[in-house]
Nanobody, 117 residues
Framework: QVQLVESGGGLVQPGGSLRLSCVASGFTFSRYNMGWYRQVPGKEREFVAFISANGANTGYADSMKGRFAISRDNSINTVHLQMNTLKPDDTAVYYC??????????WGQGTQVTVSS
């Protein structure tokens, strides 16, 4: 079965960095587009970043451009999100997302990121 397991969240001070990882299993990872989303209580889940199946194309939400970088390693079924210059507004649960060639979507369980002094 499809599994997405996120890790790397935690508490970081404003201006700091974190690197999130998502390890995938149960499907042909190299055929799936991947993404990161985030959610805070009481708000809708928000798009963060996207990477195409072969890694050639990426996209970011405007507020993350220049600060966040998504990457993937298809040899180990892993997608990363490097987050720099973190702000308190980046505090959220971050979710890994897999999009099949047919458009089906799968989600991980999320990892908490807290940016606070």
């Amino acid at each position: 079965q499809v599994q997405l397991v996120e890790s790397g969240g935690g508490l970081v001070q404003p201006g700091g960095s974190l690197r999130l990882s998502c390890v995938a299993s149960g499907f042909t990872f190299s055929r799936y587009n991947m993404g990161w989303y985030r959610q805070v209580p009481g708000k809708e889940r928000e798009f963060v970043a996207f990477i195409s199946a072969n890694g050639a194309n990426t996209g970011y939400a405007d507020s993350m451009k220049g600060r966040f970088a998504i990457s993937r390693d298809n040899s180990i079924n892993t997608v990363h999100l490097q987050m720099n210059t973190l702000k308190p507004d980046d505090t959220a649960v971050y979710y890994c997302n897999a999009i099949s060639p047919s458009g089906s979507q799968f989600w991980g369980q999320g990892t908490q990121v807290t940016v606070s002094s």
